[in-house]
């Protein structure tokens, strides 16, 4: 009982959090920079089609969370959290650790929380308890597989991306 708790306290904070997070990207709220500047700043990066990359990335923040927040089709809001944490740490803080130098830390601790939840479940207090919507355990694990490696193949596609032509 005191784990669908806890269960509950972190799907609703980190959920909240990062579904905001998305608004930021998608809508330009809470004083964020809507797609066009996430476009920019993507594609700054190398990111290309900077448009979609920002688009996905405000949709698996925000949409991610409001299934985080429901506790509704565990695991996939998780998976979709854990695709943008493991690109924000690859792509925008490594190699630093500490948030207070541009690190890491925080993306790591959400990708950590994300990956325990998916794999426990969200809990008695969700709406996968009340509708059986879950993915069976089994699938929970083939799934997170599945988001790594295209994870690895979606940086693979933008590094190549953006290497100028005749570049090695």
Do not use: C
Request: glycine share 16%.
């Amino acid at each position: 009982m005191s784990a669908d708790y806890g269960s509950l306290i972190l799907r609703l904070a980190l959920g909240l959090l990062l579904a905001g997070h998305g608004a930021q990207k998608l809508f330009g709220w809470f004083g964020g920079p809507g797609l066009s500047g996430v476009a920019g700043w993507l594609g700054s990066m190398g990111f290309r089609p900077a448009p979609l990359w920002a688009f996905l990335a405000g949709l698996v923040e925000f949409g991610g969370g409001l299934l985080f927040i429901l506790g509704l089709f565990n695991p996939l809001g998780s998976l979709g959290i854990l695709a943008s944490m493991l690109t924000a740490i690859a792509k925008v803080h490594w190699p630093k650790l500490w948030v207070a130098s541009g690190g890491f830390e925080y993306a790591l601790l959400i990708s950590a929380v994300v990956i325990v939840l998916a794999l426990q479940g969200p809990g008695r207090f969700s709406l996968d308890a009340v509708w059986g919507t879950a993915l069976p355990g089994i699938w929970s694990w083939v799934a997170l597989i599945v988001v790594l490696l295209s994870w690895v193949i979606a940086l693979r596609i933008t590094a190549r991306a953006a290497k100028p032509v005749g570049a090695t």
